[in-house]
């Protein structure tokens, strides 16, 4: 791989930073992947968004038919894995888990540039994450489809009355990646382990390009230390590398039922609170940063669904071996809206509900 020279990095760094409090008004998140020893694998992901998103956790079971609200030329397809799910405003999928250990996470990327259909068939933005939970069980799977381009996202207007404009990340139980970005009206896909840490802007490879000024640095001597998009990537990198993929014998002793699978989702979750924007944390200017909402930790090798919200004091977390996602069963929902709190295994208190109506674009 050719190495870039320092001067490259500083023009590349101060462009960044120019695009960053330039670019509209945007939102920010980090997403995570540990790889750990004994196939443990965790994917923690944070929800940065100036609003309430009226987030709900969903229980989709396999064999759902589908289509991909865009009009009359959108993929058709039945669901063939079941998922847990966190919706945004009730009217897509933002974040979530397969029955297989596949996880999803939507992040916001201010230079998102979607294709023309031009008569392709057209996904809505709203089913992109949910088009992968339903139909791959690996990231292999997913990108030896999806590079071939089968259709085009097309995007709309949130309920907040901003575009939706996002990247894709995935990543699978035995730990591969890949990141997915519309750049210039193009797909443009990354695809290998070592992409364990996406934030927003810039696109990905100048993410990739500033984090290796940082990490030549490295984290012990200086990490960058603001919200912005660029210096979370460096933190969140340098943090998800540094935790033990074994376990620690002094956290283990000192916390009774304590295992190395719990404890990788402990510090997971720490790094994610580490890269998180306090809540109601403004800095006047900055138009890409705002509170950190919630945060999800996948637990990829035991299919546990973890969510952490910043306005109630409990994690809880969901099993999904503890919910039927087998064909035919109803659809669930776990209310979250409302000052809801939950604590522990929270699989037994999802009810069953209609399911929410996916976001529709208009093709022209």
Sequence with gaps: MRTLHP???????????VALIAAAPA????????LGGDNVVVTGRSMDWAE??????????AGISRDGAAGANTPKWVSKYGSVIASGYDVGTADGMNEKGLVANLLYLAESQYPAPNGRPTLSMALWAQYVLDNFATVDE?????????????????????AAQLHLAISDSSGDSAIFEYLDGKLVIHHGRQYQVMTNSPSYDQQLALNAYWAAIGGTVFLPGTFRAADRFARASFLIKSLPTKAEPAIITAVPDQTYD????????????AVSVPLGFIEPGSPNIA????????D????????????SPNTFWVPLSDLDLKPGAPVKTLTLTGGRVYSGNAAKLFAPATPFTFMKVNVK
């Design 291 to 298: 509170s950190t909402l919630w945060r999800t930790v996948s």
């Design 27 to 34: 939102q920010a998140c980090t997403r995570a992947t540990y």
């Design 7 to 17: 001067s490259l990095f500083r023009r590349i760094a101060a462009g960044c930073a």
């Design 262 to 273: 719990n404890q990788a989702v402990a510090s997971v979750a720490s790094v994610m609170r």
């Design 300 to 311: 990829q090798k035991n299919k546990v669904y973890f969510f952490d919200s910043a306005t």
């Design 142 to 162: 997913a990108v030896k489809v999806l590079e071939k381009e089968p259709f085009v996202v097309a995007t709309a207007e949130l309920p907040n009355g901003r």
């Design 52 to 61: 309430d998103m009226r987030t709900n956790l969903w229980a989709f079971p």
